[in-house]
């Protein structure tokens, strides 16, 4: 190690990752020990237990008793977003060591220790059948969770399973509060959604003016949809003064 040149953890390190990301188990394995110790990255247990746990995957069964061993020195926080980070790579990767069912397994464990992210995952799981056979119903349960949460991604995906009774009895009303609950937080598509729920009376009274509003905000954050709407549409059927006050309330928000 080191001949001929400099020993240089940090350049050793850029190179492993090259390796471990191109699914070579042992370059995974000693990734996971870079990241242990802190040589040539900063020492960080979750990007430890993240790539031993890519190389155990390939049969590496260092990864097994090095991921085992470190799990003793973190904290269940650090274990469950380790756990999200891994759900994520399997439910996103293709080709060689694809494996959704994988996704499955890691998100379901950080999912119970109530982490939303790992809920989202899960429930987009059983939503796309996707590691899973499709189960609507659990998709709502999960995405549920992780709306009570405060996660907006659930809220808007909950809304749209409620607008349209997918996995559940269909209730505007339920689904026009949680496209309010993502437009809150500046989600552009609920706040679309919602606009359109005042357009129609769907779920919430007739409202022009926060038709608008809503509207509008969305399309300040660049959605096709709601700027086609505010040009095309919407301000053909309101007066002038709808339409200040709705730009108002919009600059408020």
Known sequence: IGQGITQDY??????????????????????????YEGKGVPQNYIEAY??????????????????????????AE????????LGGYYYDHVG??????????????????????AQEGLAACYYFGKGTRKDLNEAVKWFRKASEQGSADAQMTLGTCYEHGFGVARNPVEAAKLYRLAADQGYSAAQYNLALFYVSGDGVPRDYVQAYKWMDLAAAQGLN?????????????????????????????
């Open 96 to 117: 060689v060591g694809s494996n959704p069912g994988e996704a499955l397994k890691w998100f379901r464990l950080a999912a119970d220790q109530n982490v939303a992210k």
């Open 10 to 35: 940090i350049e050793a390190a850029r190179w492993m990752r090259k390796a471990a990301e191109q699914n070579f188990a042992q370059a995974q394995l000693n990734l996971g020990y870079y990241y």
């Open 225 to 253: 949809e709601a700027k086609q709407f505010l040009s095309n549409y919407l301000p053909q059927w309101m007066l002038p003064e709808q339409i200040a006050r709705a730009q108002e309330l919009a600059s408020r928000f």
């Open 50 to 75: 993240y790539w031993y746990s890519l190389a155990a995957a390939q049969g590496e069964t260092n990864g097994i008793w090095n991921r085992d061993g470190l799990v003793k020195a973190m904290t």
């Open 78 to 85: 650090q274990i469950a977003s380790a756990q999200l980070k």
